[in-house]
Nanobody, 121 residues
Framework: QVELVESGGGSVEAGGSLRLSCVVSSVTYSRNCMGWFRQAPGKEREGVAAIYNDGGSTYVADSVKGRFTISQDIAKNTLYLQMNNLQPEDTAMYYC??????????????WGQGTQVTVSS
């Protein structure tokens, strides 16, 4: 079973930065991609960013493009999400995921436990 452990969440003021980390088990080697999702109270879980194992190409949602950057450290089996210029609308529970499709929520995704990000105005 794939295991993903997230960390790095917290509370910041608007305009601040935060870096999320996700340590993944080696079994994720067989997966096509890994991604970050977020879910705010009363809203559906949405894809934020994704990175693909074959070549390391990335995807970032329009809502966070120019502010968020997804990256990975293969040697450390760690996925990152650098979040800059955070805004109140970014407040949500952020989840790390791995699977074959990482831009939208699908039944085949493996999920981390989530880490809370709160941005005050």
């Amino acid at each position: 079973q794939v295991e993903l452990v997230e960390s790095g969440g917290g509370s910041v003021e608007a305009g601040g930065s935060l870096r999320l980390s996700c340590v993944v088990s080696s079994v994720t080697y067989s997966r096509n991609c890994m991604g970050w999702f977020r879910q705010a109270p009363g809203k559906e879980r949405e894809g934020v960013a994704a990175i693909y194992n074959d070549g390391g190409s990335t995807y970032v949602a329009d809502s966070v493009k120019g502010r968020f950057t997804i990256s990975q450290d293969i040697a450390k089996n760690t996925l990152y999400l650098q979040m800059n210029n955070l805004q109140p609308e970014d407040t949500a529970m952020y989840y790390c995921a791995a699977g074959n499709r990482c831009r939208t929520v699908t039944a085949g995704l493996y999920w981390g436990q989530g880490t809370q990000v709160t941005v005050s105005s």
